[in-house]
């Protein structure tokens, strides 16, 4: 047997947008076993909720991700209305899926540069960059930020987008799909990018699911599980499938995004075909008593919000596991026997989101 | 409003836990809340998009059941909740006794509910 030795691999590495530690047990060039270590951006966030005004967590739920933040407060604003039996407007619900997906979008478009730049790929670093600003622009003309929208409240939305703005949402979806169809001839068949990903950081679906992983993590793994399909928001009154492939590798997972990428693009123009009109709004009295757990998928998979209030303005819990939380133990999994080269792909092909999981 | 919820004891955990899985039910996550006498820890499924949830009620002092033997994915949550609410979980599969989130100066059990002494001294 090899000698082992410990590779502690992070905090902070240049590969890691945020910081994330492993403790790698090596065998020569070989991963036995991988320990991780968090706690290096724990925010204490689910504490600081208990101490607000439950209006007020919609924002600092908005600010446990700075990726998916929309995601996080219309899941939050979810559970809040199924706890007052608030009954939001049906163009809210509509508006709430375009943000969704543009957040989806600028997410996966960031994590295509990431792990580009990951196996050394800078000039598709570059295009999903340059792809992803369409999207951040888009966020920035429809609710007056790029990331941190701000635009969801209990009840509803608090910004509009008028019909005539359409149009330019259009033109910025074709330039987008342009973007994706020049892209993919690179990204799914390149031998560089196939021989980085194709049988690497591989899970099957037995592992996958006694680990728990969720989103394209377990997509890849051939789970059709996709939370959108329960029909939260508008998705009920939209067409679409979830994305699945079935090898499990960091290829699978690259795969599945891409195809969801596309799968946005369509889901917003289907949301400006059928935009109801009517408020965008409910006023909400009252404050929230009992239990409730809200879903929702993310980029990274479904996100879970547990909240319990006592009747009174602040709530007695609010606890977040978020998709990156429980795609760990699945990391854990699919490390032990790769190279270590690998490690820094294999981890981003999950798409890490460690402020998000340490809240 | 939370559905699906089956009381669960100390001594019933591990067989509950174990016998879900071979069910079809995905482990999602535990959530643990400070509700004064005791903790109420709560074991979420999930099976075709419907939540169950086994809970348990872990009166303050107590040690709680590990249940990582069982499923691997709860020594994240577990240590977690080690941390935050600083209870003492028997069994952990990997330990980080409780600086899994926190780090040597952090308060302890920052989760937990502050204690108010209602004792009033006689001599005063």
Redesign the interface.
Known sequence: MAKRSVIPFGPQHPVLPEPLQLKLVMEDEKVVEA?????YV?R?L??LAQEKDYQQVTYLAERVCGICSFIHSLTFCQGIEE?MNVTVPDRAKFLRVMWSEMHRMHSHLLWLGLTADAFGFESLFMQGMRTRETILQLMESTAGARIMLGTCTVGGVRRDIESSAFGEINTALDSVARDLDQMAPTILNDYSVRERLVGVGTITAQQA????AVGPVAKACGFARD?R??GYAAYGQLDFKPVTETAGDCFARTQVRFAELYQSVDLIRQCMAKMPAGPIAVPVKGNPD????A?TEQPRG?V?Y?I?GNGTKNL??L?I?TPT??N??ALLKMLPGCQLTDVPVIILTIDPCISCT?R | MLTNVKEISRDTLLNEVAAMMPQGYRFVTMTCVDCGEYHDIMYHFDKDYVLSTLRLKLLKGQKLPSISDIIFAAIIVENEIRDLFGIPVKGLALNYEGRFLLTEDAPIAPFNKPVVNTETKSNN
């Open positions: 320990i991780p270590a968090i706690g724990h204490g689910e504490r706890l699911f006694e680990t728990g939370f399909t329960t009992g239990e409730i757990i879903r479904e879970i547990y319990k007695e819990r606890r596991r939380f429980a760990i133990p340490e």
